[in-house]
């Protein structure tokens, strides 16, 4: 995982509320293990018709999402079953970010895990993203900020997640990094 600090991107708006995993990522591809790919398939019965054709009125098909890597999503996103493959799929699209007015605590927990960043914003701010599809936000993970033109809100990231996002880590290696330590303590009860 490359370190999370701060970037900006243009965002792409999908005011649907309780998208939940089942729809982010279908049931019919979990069946890998593995990360990759899996953008290919992100939103898969909303973007494809049935011959598997892009449907040209879905957002996620439009030149105007190309290259967005910050989602925002209406009310309750990521909410249904545990599914890492959700936040896989994000990711391997190219999302960076999720902006919502709250998200489902399974999926935080597994995007936090997998370098997707969750941000819950109240819904003054929410409802302006919404209204600036397109338009350029920059987050900042350092100061916890995200700004879009001259309006910008503070947002919280728990701080272990936080930090392991900061420096490119996942959950086992942030362990692995004190592996000598754990050896010695292992050493010396043994």
């Known amino acids: 995982m490359q ?12 005011p649907v509320d309780n998208i939940d995993t089942d729809q982010i990522i279908p049931a019919r591809f979990l069946k890998v293990t593995d990360k990759k790919g899996l953008g290919a398939h992100a939103f898969a019965d909303w ?13 996620l098909n ?4 190309k290259g967005a890597q910050v989602l925002v999503a209406g009310d309750n996103f990521g909410c249904g079953s545990s599914r890492e493959h959700a936040p896989w799929a994000l990711v391997d699209f190219g999302f960076k970010a999720v902006i919502s007015t709250s998200i489902a605590d399974i999926f935080r927990n597994n995007a936090l895990k997998n370098g997707l960043l969750p941000i819950v914003v109240d819904k003054t701010f929410h409802s302006y993203l919404m209204e600036q ?20 809100r503070s947002f919280e990231v728990e701080r272990f997640a936080r930090y392991c996002l900061l420096n490119g880590l996942d ?10 330590e754990i050896q010695a303590y292992e050493e010396a009860w043994a």
């Open 3 to 14: 370190p999370f600090k701060q970037f900006s991107s243009k965002t792409v708006t999908l």
């Open 47 to 59: 973007r494809y018709n049935d011959q598997g054709q892009p449907k040209p009125d879905f957002v």
């Open 62 to 65: 439009s030149n105007a999402a």
């Open 133 to 152: 599809a397109g338009q350029e936000v920059q987050i900042d993970l350092e100061a916890n900020t995200i700004t879009c033109g001259e309006t910008s």
């Open 171 to 180: 959950q086992l290696e942030y362990l692995l990094k004190s592996q000598n």
